[in-house]
Every structure is written in C-alpha cells, then in structure tokens.
C-alpha cells in the first residue's frame, strides 16, 4: 500500500540508497574516530586536525560540488545527513563540516568564474585547504548589510581595512571569503565579494575565542591592515557582493539545522538510554509519568525538526525555492535542539550536570545554534517575510 501511495502522490519519507549509504559511512567514523576524543577535546578546546584531514579524506568538505572540482557530487539532502551524523556525536566537528561545506564552497561553486574555480575550489572540496567565511563585523551581526570593512581598488589590487569577528575555522584556516564595502554610498548594494589568502601579508588573525560550546571549533577575530588583494580574487559581480552572502546564508542555515538536528538526536538518545537503565523507588525511572511526558516531549521536537532539515534540503536538490523552509528548519532545530538537551540533563538529575555523562555538553553545544547564521529572531522575520509574499501572489 504505500507503495501504491508513493507512486499516485510522489510522497515518500525514505531516504535515498545515497543518503542512507552516507549515514552509515559517517555514523562509522564518527564512532570510531570522533567519540573517543569528542569529551577531551571539549576540555582543552583543540582543534581536531587530525579529523579534519580524515573527514577530507571521507569527502565531506566538499560533499556537493562537482567531481570536477574535486567534489563528491553528492545530493545537498546526503550532506545534511552528514551533518546530522557528525553533531549527533560532536557539534564541533560538525560545524567545521558545514562551514567549508555550505559557506565557503557553494559562493565559490555558485558565483566564482572557471580560473578561480579550479585555484580554490578544488583544493577546498578535496579538503586540502580550508576555509572560513567573514562577514560578521562588531556592527554589522543581524544587520550584516552594515559593512565596515572597505576594500579600495590600487592598481591590481583591492587594499582591504577592517576587522571580522566570530570566525569559524578561522585559526586554521587557509582561505578567507571576505566581504567589504567596495561603494559604502549604496549600502547593501555596494558590497563586494572576495577570496582572500590567509597567508596574505596585512591579514592578522587574533586570539582564540573561549565560548560556552563547541570549544573545538576554532573561533577568532579577522583584521585586514592594508592587505593587498590581487584584483582577480573578486568574484561574483562588483558590488555585487551582498547577493552572494544572502545567498550563502540561504544554504547554510540548512546545515546548521543539521547540527541542531544532530544534537538533539544525542540528547534524546541519551535521555532514553539512562531512563531505563537509572532505578528510583524500586522501579526504573523511564516508568514514571513525569520521565515519560519528558520524552515524549523530546521525540515530537527532533522529530519535526528531522522533517523541517530533510525538506528543506530536499527542496534545495530539486532546484525549487527554499528560503522560508530554510529559515524554518533552522529555528525551529536550533530550538528543539536546546529544549531536548535540556529535557536530557533533567532526566539524568544531579549526574546529568555532570561532564562525564555529557548531556550537558550537548546543551552547551546547542545554544549556539539559535545565534548563529542568523539568529531565531531573524529567522522568524525571514519566515514572516516568505509567508506574506506568498499571500500577496496568491491574493
């Protein structure tokens, strides 16, 4: 019968051959490789390069670019499924995954000509450079428009000032897709896109942030003193940048839906795995009431965050607008993910404040994602936006 179902109404909630080849690819290494050294690498913040090199090696860095770009030339819904999978055990390495992914490789895919594809995009998807993505400025965060940074045509080359903040990947990163102001008179619409090289001289990175979660992942300031950008690393169109980072971000949200997704996974797993092992009044504590309406509550919202991130990736896979849903998964996995960590650390008690039973790094690691790539308040505004256009078409 459903089947049948599938085939009259084109409804149906498997996941691809691909999609689920690629979760049982990274539920392995993620096991083998990443939980072993997930706790300790919480502790002493250290990036995990050694991963890193073995996620480039599995071909997550570049999950849906091409192969000619030295991609896997998988689906976007199979990268989320990565994503999910990576988070579910740890979020830092996760988000290194989304950012190379979503942030830097799909502008340079999307927007960058043949020569500046094969310079840069390929060494970032086959993961033998890395890459991180500056946009954020001390007052340019919700309202990223307000770009400070400037860059300044000098002959060959852009001359860019300014400075980036909250930075993922910045500390190892090798290549910098920067954003500044090429005609700060038009706002928005003089906003330029570049690829910077880390190693270019007047790039300074500064120190590595201490943040409440996923400490593993390598957060710093960007300053641009005069560096000396060769005038061909502008891609995209001329102040025509502003585009390429709404875009980006359009994408990107998905994958940190993924990662809110992840954790919610591990935190509902969790809960449920000391439920039924942890005995109270004779009995184990997943029988009482109290313990099960927190349960309950947990599956119903990793549940609907799983089909908020799958449709929305799906969307994305078959060319068809994704902006609203987007947004959508982002808020509503970035929520359930902190809530279903929270629920998990009640039904642990005392030990569940406890680092050794992690529940309460998962939470630490999901509160982030309500902030970043934009925050949940932005993304209602982005929803709110999306739903009255639609009535306006349809009226």
């Not at 999978?85 to 390495?93: D, G, K, M, Q, Y």
């Not at 102040?239 to 980006?248: I, P």
Request: hydrophobic share 40%.
């Amino acid at each position: 019968m459903s089947e049948t179902l599938t085939e009259h109404t084109g409804v149906s909630f498997e996941l691809s051959e691909e999609a689920q080849s690629v979760r049982e690819m990274v539920r392995d290494f993620a096991e083998a490789e990443i939980r072993p050294i997930a706790a300790h690498i919480d502790e002493t913040h250290e990036f995990p390069a050694e991963n890193t090199k073995k996620m480039a090696e599995l071909g997550l860095l570049g999950m849906f670019v091409p192969e000619q770009y030295g991609g896997a030339g998988m689906t976007y819904l199979s990268y989320v499924v990565a994503i999910e999978e990576l988070s579910r055990v740890c979020a830092s390495h996760g988000v290194i995954a989304s950012v190379n992914n979503s942030l830097v490789c799909y502008p340079l895919m999307a927007y960058a000509n043949e020569a500046q594809k094969q310079k840069y995009l390929t060494p970032l998807a086959k993961g033998e450079l890395l890459g991180a993505y500056c946009l954020t400025e001390p007052n340019a965060g919700s309202n990223a428009a307000n770009q400070q940074t400037t860059a300044v045509l000098d002959g060959d080359h852009y001359v860019l000032n300014g400075s980036k903040i909250f930075i993922t990947n910045a500390g190892p990163a090798d290549i910098l897709i920067t954003y500044a102001a090429t005609d700060k008179s038009l706002g928005p619409k003089g906003i330029s896109a570049f690829i910077v090289e880390a190693s270019t001289p007047g790039v300074r990175k500064g120190k590595k942030e201490r943040k409440l979660g996923i400490h593993a992942s390598d957060t710093r300031e960007i300053h641009y003193e005069n560096a000396r950008i060769p005038k061909e690393n502008l891609f995209g169109e001329f102040n025509k940048g502003y585009t390429v980072a709404l875009a980006t971000l359009g994408g990107g949200r998905i994958g940190i839906a993924a990662q809110a997704l992840g954790i919610a996974q591990a935190s509902v797993e969790a809960a449920v795995k000391y439920a039924n092992e942890r005995e109270q009044f004779d009995k184990k504590i997943g029988e009482f009431d109290a313990i099960r309406h927190m349960l309950a509550d947990s599956a119903v919202e990793l549940e609907v965050a799983r089909l908020f991130v799958y449709q929305a990736a799906w969307l994305r896979d078959q060319d068809r607008p994704y902006i609203k849903e987007a947004s959508l998964a982002k808020w509503h996995a970035s929520e359930a993910a902190t809530k279903c960590a929270n629920w998990a650390i009640q039904v642990h008690g005392g030990y569940g404040y406890l680092n050794e039973f992690h529940v309460e790094r998962y939470w630490r690691d999901a509160r982030i994602c309500e902030i970043y790539e934009g925050t949940t308040e932005v993304q209602k505004m982005v929803v709110a936006a999306q739903v009255l256009r639609e009535h306006a078409v349809r009226a």
